[in-house]
């Protein structure tokens, strides 16, 4: 009953139960590097010309209206690919207006309206770096790596606190068995006392004898009342243990269904001990998903050490007329097509950065590598001196009890 308590009402099982909800919402913010982008841009030009000469001639004003728009939806996909969907359609008036001069007798305004636009995609794919990871890759890998590791901390934290509700249940079995047994030896020195004031009093026993027996029942009142101490000690500490109102349950008082009884001998045999402990200790396994996620990283800062070489291509329809609907009929047609196709090639002429990025890694894992060597290796003295003490304990019981 308490163990199912601490489960449901324990805080440290409650704050540990956040930290991997919070890490998958981690994860799946990771993906957001995948969402596209939309961008729409709209545009208005106006440039009005005034009347000049050229070569001697004159030339007339002019005035041109401009419209743009452009709509864009680029992104990037989960193999390093990168698109870029954009269209653009522009509309121009203009107005050349007469010059009213012996050389333009007959010249009036001109008037003039133009559309055109274009819709295309633009893809881009790595060969080299950036290839087999890049940064939004490496995120999600660290971050479900670091989700594997905190709900093993949650796993750890629900062993330690089942382990703590164990230990604070059969302490205070303890400590109330204490009381008890103060409270025996605060009764037996009270009437050996009594028994002797008599012996005092009728001749056979002399008063420092009874001095003694007073100095007796002070001490076991003492040691009584540092019982009765320890015994509300070790209730609030197991209160703590199952509660997240302790104001609530500071009154009550628990007492414990079962006894302290002499547990059986039982065999302990030290390879399963080591293989179950080297298998399933959370702790253990948070280690080797460390060392895990450094070899993610360290596989990322190795394709850093790449030059960059992408291909690219570019292809889309054109379309021009005398309004939008020109345009947008031409680009449907599809018979003004476009496309563009070619390679770039990045080389960093000393790479240091990079180069000492992997090198760093490197030797980071080596070192993770020897911690979680040495972690395996004290796990195994600890499974080995709680083996033999285990044993020594069992021995000690018999003949505490003999």
Avoid at 147 to 161: A, F, P
């Amino acid at each position: 009953d308490c163990i199912q308590e601490a489960l449901q009402h324990n805080l440290d099982v409650q704050i540990s139960r956040y930290i991997p909800q919070i890490q998958l919402f981690t994860v799946r913010a990771g993906y957001g590097a995948y969402d596209p982008t939309f961008d729409f841009t709209a545009t208005h030009q106006r440039n009005d010309k005034g009347p000049e000469f050229e070569s001697g001639l004159p030339v007339p004003a002019s005035t041109s209206d401009q419209n743009t728009f452009t709509p864009d939806l680029s992104g990037s996909l989960p193999w390093g690919m990168s698109y870029d969907f954009k269209g653009i359609v522009t509309d121009s008036r203009n107005i050349d207006f007469s010059v009213n001069t012996n050389l333009f007798p007959g010249a009036t305004n001109s008037t003039y309206q133009s559309s055109s636009g274009s819709a295309g995609v633009t893809l881009t794919q790595p060969l080299l770096k950036n290839f087999w990871i890049d940064n939004p890759r490496l995120t999600i890998k660290l971050a479900k790596n670091q989700l594997k590791q905190d709900e093993q901390g949650l796993r750890l934290q629900v062993i330690t606190s089942i382990t703590d509700v164990e230990n604070a249940y059969y302490e205070l079995i303890y400590a109330q068995e204490y009381v008890k047994v103060q409270q025996e030896a605060l009764t037996l020195a009270q009437t050996q006392l009594d028994q002797d004031k008599q012996r005092v009093q009728i001749g056979t026993m002399a008063q420092l004898d009874v001095q003694q027996d007073e100095a007796q029942v002070a001490t076991s009142r003492a040691n009584l009342i540092a019982a009765q101490s320890a015994f509300n000690t070790a209730q609030n500490t197991l209160k703590n243990l199952l509660t997240d109102q302790y104001a609530r349950w500071h009154d009550a008082d628990i007492q414990p269904t079962a006894t302290l009884t002499n547990a059986p001998l039982q065999l302990f045999d030290l390879q399963d001990s080591w293989s179950k402990g080297l298998t399933e200790r959370p702790d253990l396994l948070q280690s080797r998903l460390a060392v895990e996620a450094q070899g993610i990283q360290l596989k990322f800062d190795n394709n850093q050490l790449y030059p960059e070489l992408n291909l690219t291509g570019t292809y889309g329809y054109n379309g021009e007329g005398a309004g939008y609907n020109d345009v947008f009929g031409q680009v449907g047609n599809q018979d003004r097509p476009f496309y563009s196709y070619g390679a770039e090639l990045k080389v960093p002429l000393s790479n240091v950065g990079a180069r000492n990025t992997y090198k760093a890694s490197k030797v980071t894992l080596q070192k993770l590598l020897l911690e979680m060597k040495q972690q395996e290796q004290n796990v195994m003295v600890e499974i080995d001196n709680a083996v033999k003490n285990a044993q020594s304990a069992y021995e000690r019981v018999g003949a505490t009890r003999q």
